[in-house]
């Protein structure tokens, strides 16, 4: 369970900005919106956050540094190579920011334990590394790595609450590597499960993308899998009597990243298993390919296999601009999934961007899962929970924010064309 995010020095964000699934000790919708943790320190989480702000207030930049930190963690002892530079996104308005290191830490709850791992670094290489375990109140310091220009090395501090090879990863660790991903390369048992946590439990869809449909072609072949996907596109009123799955020809897209390059996009063409769909009508049925589907139908079967994956897995969902592929009605829709203490029982968490105003609503969210992204004069991002502005309990949210209450807006000058 994602506990916070925070990250600074990154894109269009100067100072640290922090997101937190932290609930307050308000018991608005307590029993559906709200998860208990098994952690002490932090015993009650929030199952959804909504981040709203105009057109490049930087609410994209808090989803592309959890992708970039996710890449990092993921790739850097592997695919990186001795020498090669990271693809530095510092903020660039202050003549300032560009000379310092960029920041990114994550905490999290795994197994009622509290984890805390971040890191820093510069083009050439990481400037600081470090992971906080939280197995009771006072944190048990793993191991912390900084960098010194001085004597142009890195200086590591171990705990003995860290089992393993430890100097042997720390001397493997290349300087544009992290020594959590060497480690772990290195088969460190007790690292592992941090590892895993950050690549796989963080699903993360850019704005302008939509899942691969083959992430849920793969879910219904699992056991009652099929049933759990026909149940979920009916729930949300697609009149789907059933489907099956058959080999088709088809282009799928990935991305590559290449150390300081910025990502790129690859093509492949291949052959994949794809739905086939079955409608039944008054005078009655008729076969459709996914193409031949309506494009809600096309991006809500390709958003369902995420969506009961994190349901299945307790993992978390992170969405930029979700009303960009789905309607209103079926972001209602997943909320009411996600939000509900019968459907989501595994502490399954969804974080989603939005322009969307409609679903600014007290019978959707609480008032501490509702955020803000907005610039400053130097165009630095901020981001700010509604609960600054301690509004009412029967408020009327979505009135509030258009006229500017809460910030967040675009200001529209006159101008005659």
């Given amino acids: 369970m994602l506990v916070e995010f925070c990250v600074s020095n990154f894109r269009s964000i100067r100072e640290e900005q922090r997101l937190s699934l932290v609930a307050n000790t308000d018991n608005e919708h307590s029993e559906t919106h709200v998860i208990r943790s098994g952690s002490k320190s932090t015993p009650s989480l929030l199952k959804s956050a909504v981040i709203y702000g105009a057109n490049a207030s930087g609410k994209s930049n808090i989803i592309n540094a959890l992708v970039f930190m996710k890449g990092i963690v993921a790739n850097s002892a592997t695919q990186v190579k001795e020498g090669q530079k990271f693809y530095f996104q510092p903020f660039k308005l202050d003549g300032v920011s560009s000379t310092k290191s960029s920041e990114f830490e994550?905490?999290?709850?795994?197994?009622?334990?509290?984890?805390q791992y971040g890191?820093?670094?510069?083009?050439?290489?990481?400037?600081?590394?470090?992971?906080?375990?939280?197995?009771?109140?006072?944190?048990?310091?793993?191991?912390?790595?900084?960098?010194?220009?001085?004597?142009?090395?890195?200086?590591?501090?171990?705990?003995?609450?860290?089992?393993?090879?430890?100097?042997?990863?720390?001397?493997?660790?290349?300087?544009?590597?992290?020594?959590?991903?060497?480690?772990?390369?290195?088969?460190?048992?007790?690292?592992?499960?941090?590892?895993?946590?950050?690549?796989?439990?963080?699903?993360?869809?850019?704005?302008?993308?939509q899942p691969l449909i083959e992430f849920s072609t793969a879910f219904a072949q699992l056991p009652e899998g099929n049933k759990q996907l026909l149940d979920f596109l009916n729930a949300a009123d697609f009149s789907i009597s059933e489907f099956s799955l058959e080999m088709r020809k088809t282009r799928q897209v990935s991305l590559k990243i290449d150390g300081e390059k910025p990502p790129v996009h690859q093509v492949i063409d291949s052959e994949a298993l794809m739905p086939v769909f079955f409608h039944k009508g008054a005078e009655g049925t008729a076969q459709f390919e996914i193409h031949d589907e309506s494009t809600g139908t096309q991006r809500l079967f390709a958003f369902a296999g995420p969506i009961l994956d994190v349901l299945h897995n307790g993992s978390v969902l992170i969405v930029d601009e979700l009303d960009g592929s789905l309607h209103t009605k079926i972001v209602r829709f997943l909320l009411s999934i996600i939000n509900s203490s019968t459907s989501n029982t595994k502490g399954a968490q969804l974080i989603f961007t939005t322009h969307d105003t409609s679903i600014m609503d007290v019978k959707l969210f609480r008032r501490d899962q509702i955020w803000f992204a907005e610039k400053d004069q130097s165009h630095a991002t901020h981001l700010y929970p509604l609960t600054d502005f301690r509004p009412r309990k029967n408020e009327v949210l979505e009135k509030g924010y258009l006229v500017g209450r809460y910030g967040a807006i675009p200001f529209i000058n006159d101008v005659m064309f």
């Fill in 119 to 209: 890191f820093s670094l510069r083009p050439e290489r990481i400037t600081s590394e470090w992971l906080l375990v939280y197995k009771t109140s006072k944190p048990q310091i793993w191991f912390d790595r900084l960098y010194n220009p001085e004597t142009n090395e890195d200086e590591y501090t171990f705990s003995t609450f860290l089992l393993g090879e430890k100097k042997l990863w720390q001397k493997s660790t290349r300087s544009n590597s992290l020594f959590l991903s060497k480690a772990v390369d290195l088969n460190s048992s007790a690292l592992r499960p941090v590892f895993l946590w950050i690549v796989q439990q963080l699903n993360i869809i850019g704005a302008g993308e």
């Fill in 106 to 115: 994550i905490t999290f709850i795994m197994d009622g334990i509290r984890y």
